[in-house]
């Protein structure tokens, strides 16, 4: 069985930043393809970021780059989400997900049904 739990979520206010962490345990996932993904109320779930645990390429919505970052750590079985330059339209409930069958990000990272494992998620407020 493989959990996720992210963290690192909160209030800011817009141009501030946050860092999101998403530790895996259980069932090694290290090398399928890990994604985030957000909500916002009433709007569907989209791609934000994606990698690997183990390192490798990385992978991003067109309205996060340059101000978003994926990362890892591969001993702590972590990736983690480097938001800055934050504006209103990031809020949103954040997840973390990981494929779960060794797939690679590059086909389809953005698709939500494609992961087999979900955190619970982490909410992040940007304020104006």
């Known amino acids: 069985q493989v959990q996720l739990v992210e963290s690192g979520g909160g209030s800011v206010q817009a141009d501030g930043s946050l860092r999101l962490s998403c530790t895996v345990s259980?069932?090694?996932?290290?090398?399928?393809?890990m994604a985030w993904f957000r909500q916002a109320p009433g709007k569907e779930r989209e791609g934000v970021a994606a990698?690997?645990?183990?390192?490798?390429?990385?992978y991003y919505a067109d309205s996060v780059k340059g101000r978003f970052t994926f990362s890892q750590d591969n001993a702590k079985n972590t990736v983690y989400l480097q938001m800055t330059n934050l504006k209103p339209e990031d809020t949103g409930m954040y997840y973390c997900?990981?494929?779960?069958?060794?797939?690679?990000?590059?086909?389809?990272?953005?698709?939500?049904?494609?992961?087999?494992?979900w955190g619970q998620g982490t909410q992040v407020t940007v304020s104006s």
């Open positions: 997900a990981a494929d779960g069958s060794g797939g690679r990000c590059f086909t389809g990272w953005h698709i939500p049904q494609r992961f087999l494992y």
């Open positions: 259980g069932e090694t996932v290290s090398s399928g393809c």
């Open positions: 990698g690997y645990i183990g390192g490798g390429g990385t």
